[in-house]
């Protein structure tokens, strides 16, 4: 018992001796200018390794030797290899090369997320920044990526800057990013703390001040020190925005992040079916959300995408109804519009249900019409057309159906009924999906569907109880069917298919 305590006393201080010999063999902000030796270098390899046998070790994040369920060696995060991560900064640094002017050199600056605190001291469940993420594999707050290569040349060296933490914040926040690990764990070739970022960017930019440089960064998000630096140099410094850049690469997903979204959306798919399994009427929109997001983490999501829509009932015509505090009545139609984050990737989906389990007549007309426009959408993409393309043939489709149940019988031309479609369905059809809900944001939806892309087809049908052009039995009605559908390279593979969607398998699941 007491050897046992004695070591975990121990550990803590071995590690503080093991970053003090690396504090001390990195170079100072007076030479920083010259290239940054690799960690690995300075270190006595038969120091660490006698130092991490004999005493546990503690990561900031999963890694194989915390992990062996979760990752395979050389993995940062599950499916996906440190050799994926380096090839998507090689990528962006390649694609920096082209769209600049070659002859100067470039410094492109990408930060993480920081913390955000509730209240006090409390804080929300952190989520790291995706493009960040995208390029690291890291899932620390507060850390900064910086890549620079040199003119006319697409060259490059990564160095990740970190926070320099003490023992009294590990003692509250668990084991922190340390440079040994951006280095052998994250496969960054140089590491450094953040107190070095500006004396380093200024370093660099008067390296090069002759041919002159570019900073590239997210125009989005203020970072100060990149601030001051510009603002310090004055005009000699051309700032250009990266992101449209990594969007171009991450909307293109790759063969494991297929795979990480194929169990995204087929946690999301079983949980909801567990969820109209415990439908029942006078049931709270809140127990289904409980619902939903139990499943969801118990098959291995770390949290849901977002704050689901649960609404029953006329609610469902607010589209980003997330109250969800009411009871659902007997014989009113639920909406669920969850998503799932599984390891960095998110699903989205949509299914509509009877509260009890069955069906009136205009329920099965109205329901029976948007699901035809969405099996329709979903082949055509086997043609690949823009996101755009998609949402005009959703207006046609869906006006033309819904004149055939009683809507808009003054509209007399296709032009007319697509307009009536959009009253009842404002808002697109389809969006890109990956690391982010609404992903790639720089993407326009006017470029051809390549393979490779995730996108959700989500056709809707909102009838408030004012709505003229539709009869009355169908006011209050609100419905929507959103899978997520990947392009491959000889179709498309709906990755929500296993959650049934037809009036006959809802009803068959909630008897």
């Not at 690396?22 to 300075?42: A, D, F, G, M, Y």
């Amino acid at each position: 018992m007491v050897a046992s305590r004695s070591s975990r006393i121990l550990s803590p201080i071995w590690k503080r001796i093991i970053r003090n010999v690396v504090e001390s063999t990195i170079v100072s902000s007076r030479n920083i200018s010259s290239s940054l030796v690799p960690l690995k270098q300075h270190l006595d390899k038969n120091f660490l390794d006698s130092a991490t046998t004999k005493f546990s070790k503690s990561y900031p994040q999963p890694v194989f030797e915390s992990h062996p369920n979760l990752l395979k060696k050389g993995e940062i995060t599950p499916l996906i290899h440190k050799d994926e991560y380096k090839e998507r900064r090689t990528k962006l640094m390649q694609k920096v090369f082209q769209q600049s002017d070659g002859s100067k050199a470039n410094i492109v600056v990408v930060q993480s997320s920081s913390k955000l605190y509730m209240s006090g001291k409390i804080p929300y469940v952190f989520r790291q920044d995706s493009d960040f993420f995208y390029l690291t594999g890291c899932l620390e707050p507060d850390v900064v990526l910086v890549m620079v290569s040199s003119p006319c040349s697409d060259k490059y060296e990564s160095i990740l800057f970190i926070p320099k933490t003490d023992l009294n914040t590990e003692v509250w926040e668990g084991p922190k990013l340390d440079l040994d690990f951006c280095v052998n764990i994250l496969g960054i070739e140089q590491a450094n703390y953040d107190s070095q970022i500006a004396p380093f960017v200024c370093s660099y930019i008067k390296q090069n001040h002759l041919n002159g440089v570019q900073i590239w960064r997210d125009h989005g998000r203020s970072f100060r020190i990149i601030d001051d630096v510009i603002t310090q140099k004055g005009g000699s410094i051309a700032t250009l925005d990266y992101v449209p850049l990594i969007h171009n690469l991450r909307v293109i997903k790759s063969k494991s992040e297929q795979e990480l979204m194929r169990r995204s959306c087929s946690i999301i798919a079983e949980a909801t079916i567990e969820t109209m399994k415990k439908s029942k009427p006078s049931i709270c929109e809140s127990q289904l959300w409980a619902c939903v997001e139990y499943h969801s983490r118990m098959s291995g999501a770390q949290y849901l995408a977002y704050p689901p829509v649960v609404a029953g009932g006329p609610r469902a015509n607010t589209i980003h109804y997330i109250n969800n505090n009411q009871l659902i009545n007997n014989g009113e139609m639920v909406l669920m519009d969850a998503g799932c984050q599984y390891h960095g990737y998110t699903s989205d989906m949509t299914r509509c249900w009877p509260i009890n389990g069955k069906f009136t007549s205009h329920q099965t007309e109205a329901y029976e019409a948007l699901l035809d426009v969405q099996l329709d959408l979903i082949q055509f993409c086997n043609e690949r057309p823009p996101l755009d393309i998609l949402f005009q043939r959703m207006c046609r489709q869906l006006g033309k159906n819904l004149q055939q149940i009683g809507f808009g019988k003054d509209a007399k031309s296709c032009v007319e009924r697509a307009q009536m479609a959009y009253s009842v369905c404002p808002h697109h059809v389809s969006h890109y999906l990956g690391i982010d809900v609404h992903d790639t944001g720089k993407i326009h939806r006017n470029i051809p569907l390549e393979t490779g892309m995730v996108i959700t087809i989500e056709p809707g049908l909102y009838v408030d109880l004012n709505r003229s052009i539709a009869p009355k039995e169908f006011h209050g009605l609100g419905l929507r069917i959103e899978d997520d559908i990947l392009i491959t390279e000889t179709g498309v593979e709906v990755l929500t298919q296993s959650c049934p969607k037809t009036v006959a398998e809802i009803e068959s699941i909630m008897r």
